[in-house]
């Protein structure tokens, strides 16, 4: 099956900082999704980009598909953006979504 | 809007014991469900989805079956739990690809 691979597995940053977390897959995919999953479990939802670049706010994503890597920035870090990252892929002819590892993100005052 | 909702969410059940998780969901009509089991760790892994009533596909050959009901409807059960069950179970539903999640359920099997 295909292989989701997210990096780094660990990120800390002061507030305030940037940073860009990478996500690379393995095979053609025809849904790429980004999700946060806060302290209490919750999976955000926060970009569906199967290809191109979209922003919202203090975060942007942008998924080279012939390449088979996604990133996601996020820019002027706060507390509240700490948790884990996950990276979700859909295969062409598959229903359902792959996800990798995540990246854990702590954001300190 | 659409929403979904999970219940329980936190529940303690014995080895041997049987379960019942429960899933809905409100503003839309024959969306493609999910459930996802994430354990101690980070990954997500993919148990069961349904394209519609009555259709179930499993992922992973287990103690666990789905079962779809209604339209807006998905649960998930054992008869037997087993410790290794315990996890966090996540509820998804999806149209033209994008998926939603629900709360989440935390089971822990003792």
């Known amino acids: 099956g295909i292989q989701v691979e997210q990096s780094p597995p660990d990120l800390i940053l002061q507030e305030g900082a940037n940073s860009t977390l990478r996500c690379n897959f393995s095979?053609?995919?025809?849904?790429l999704q980004w999700f946060h999953q806060n302290p209490w479990g919750q999976l955000i939802n926060l970009f569906y980009i199967p290809s191109g670049t979209k922003q919202n706010g203090r975060l942007s994503a942008t998924t080279v598909a012939t390449e088979r890597y996604s990133l996601l920035y996020i820019s002027s870090s706060q507390t509240t953006d700490s948790g884990v990252y996950f990276c979700?892929?859909?295969?062409?002819?598959?229903?359902?979504?792959?996800f990798g590892s995540g990246t854990r993100l702590q954001v300190q005052p | 809007s659409q929403t979904i909702h999970q219940w329980p969410a936190t529940l303690v059940q014995p080895v041997g014991s049987p379960l019942s998780l429960e899933c809905t969901v409100e503003?839309?009509?024959?969306?493609?469900l999910y459930w996802y089991r994430q354990a101690a760790g980070r990954g997500l892994q993919l148990l069961f989805y349904?394209?519609?009533?009555?259709?179930i596909s499993s992922e992973v050959p287990q103690n666990l079956s789905a079962s779809r009901p209604q339209d807006r409807q998905f649960i998930l059960s054992s008869k037997k739990l087993l410790l290794s069950d315990s996890g966090f179970y996540l509820c998804a539903w999806g149209r033209d690809y994008e998926q939603y999640f629900g709360p989440g359920t935390r089971l822990t099997v003792t």
């Open positions: 095979d053609s995919v025809n849904n």
């Open positions: 503003g839309t009509s024959n969306p493609n």
């Open positions: 349904s394209v519609g009533i009555g259709q």
């Open positions: 979700a892929v859909e295969v062409i002819g598959r229903r359902a979504l792959t």
